[in-house]
């Protein structure tokens, strides 16, 4: 398809276990981006890519997060240990343009950690 | 540091009736400024964007944003309202200097009585 795609678009999941989830960007969009909405909340921030790199992952809440681009198309997000804490909707974000550039978004990854 | 204030959290408009959605922001510089809309079970969508120039900003679906400098705020304005509109709409400011990251606003969810 032609946007933003992600999977899986629901996630259950026990506390403690490990989740990954996946985002496929706008072919050709070199930044990335990943965000957090919790209920009642505007998307919080989490990394930003720019090609393979991490530009900026300061939004990471802790060491339970991580993400990839390997190859600078496809990224993933990696949650270690799940805490019911982490319940909320993931979305993914890709822009062609830095600084300047709309924000592609995807329809969202929704984690619920039981 | 930037930051985005949405102060209404609700707000609810008859159809036909004008609409407008306050947006203020924190910046150290001419800002970036968008709006987003998000629709239930969709991702977010770019209404509009302010880079530079014209300070009155038209968008889709019938809106328009007003840059005011002197009051920092992006107001989002609409002249009459169709059912259809009913979502939840966020303003977004960025990305800044030295900075990647767009920060949003914790959105505001319009409601349309028939």
């Known amino acids: 398809g032609a946007g933003v795609s992600q999977t899986p678009s629901n996630k259950v999941t026990e506390k403690g276990k490990y989740v990954e989830l996946r985002c496929d960007p706008i072919?050709?969009?070199?930044?990335l981006y990943w965000y957090r909405q919790s209920l009642g909340q505007g998307p919080e921030f989490l990394i930003y890519f720019q090609g393979t790199g991490a530009a900026d992952d300061s939004g990471l809440p802790n060491d339970r997060f991580f993400a990839v681009r390997p190859e600078g198309s496809v990224s993933t997000l990696k949650i270690q240990r799940t805490e019911r804490g982490d319940s909320a909707v993931y979305l993914c974000?890709?822009?062609?343009?830095?600084?300047?550039?709309?924000?592609?978004f995807g329809e969202g990854s929704r984690l619920t950690v039981l | 540091a930037q930051s985005v204030t949405q102060p209404d959290i609700h707000i609810t408009v008859s159809e036909g009736a004008s609409l407008e959605l306050r947006c203020n922001y924190s910046y150290g510089a001419t800002p970036y400024l968008f709006w987003y809309v998000q629709s239930p079970g969709q991702g977010l969508q770019l209404l509009l964007k302010?880079?530079?120039?014209?300070?009155l900003v038209q968008g889709i679906k019938g809106f328009e944003a007003e840059f005011k400098r002197s009051q920092s705020s992006f107001n989002l304005r609409k002249p009459s309202v169709h059912w259809s509109d009913a979502a939840e709409y966020f303003c977004a400011v960025g990305p800044g200097s030295g900075t990647y990251k767009y920060i949003f606003g914790t959105g505001t969810r319009l409601k349309v009585l028939a």
């Open positions: 974000a890709s822009s062609s343009t830095v600084n300047t550039g709309e924000l592609f």
């Open positions: 302010y880079f530079s120039g014209d300070t």
């Open positions: 072919s050709g969009h070199t930044a």
